[in-house]
């Protein structure tokens, strides 16, 4: 059982908010609309879209 007060006495976030808005952020911008990607950039973006997919920042 993680130790919750420990956490928050040494500043570490054990809240998920920060979590789910970049999640939610990531989204936004993957489908922006009209938006084109160049190649070289196409692995980073589908490595974002994975994570957002499976709420998991990678």
């Known amino acids: 059982m993680p130790d919750y007060q420990a956490f ?3 500043g570490i976030t054990i809240g998920s908010g920060a979590v789910e808005s970049t999640i939610k952020q990531i989204g936004r911008r993957i489908k922006i609309s009209g938006a ?3 190649r070289d950039n196409l692995p980073q973006v589908l490595k974002h ?3 957002y997919l499976n709420l998991n920042l990678a």
Do not use: D, E, L
Request: glycine content about 0%; charged content about 20%; some cysteine.
């Open 8 to 10: 928050q006495t040494q």
């Open 36 to 38: 084109q990607w160049k």
């Open 49 to 51: 879209r994975c994570a």
